[in-house]
């Protein structure tokens, strides 16, 4: 069994300029999620964290499950 760690993404995406939300957005600052998109090293993970916290925690889903998700909303 290896005992070697994966690098923890969260300081990476936190620090991330790449933050985008929806063109749905009303931009009242309302409930709105972000993307960390640009600046984030994995391709594997998205990170996604809430508008009105950008300094607060990011969770962090699978790219084929993001994609999957993003790809039902539009449906």
Do not use: Q, Y
Not at 28 to 51: H, K
């Amino acid at each position: 069994m290896s005992t070697e760690r994966t690098p923890d993404p969260a300081p990476a995406a936190a620090g991330s300029n790449g933050w985008r939300k929806s063109s749905h957005s009303a931009g009242d600052n309302g409930s709105c999620l972000e993307v960390a998109e640009s600046g984030f090293s994995s391709r594997l993970l998205v990170p996604v964290r809430d508008s009105k916290r950008p300094g607060g925690p990011a969770l962090f889903f699978p790219a084929r499950a993001w994609t999957a998700f993003i790809e039902g909303v539009k449906g």
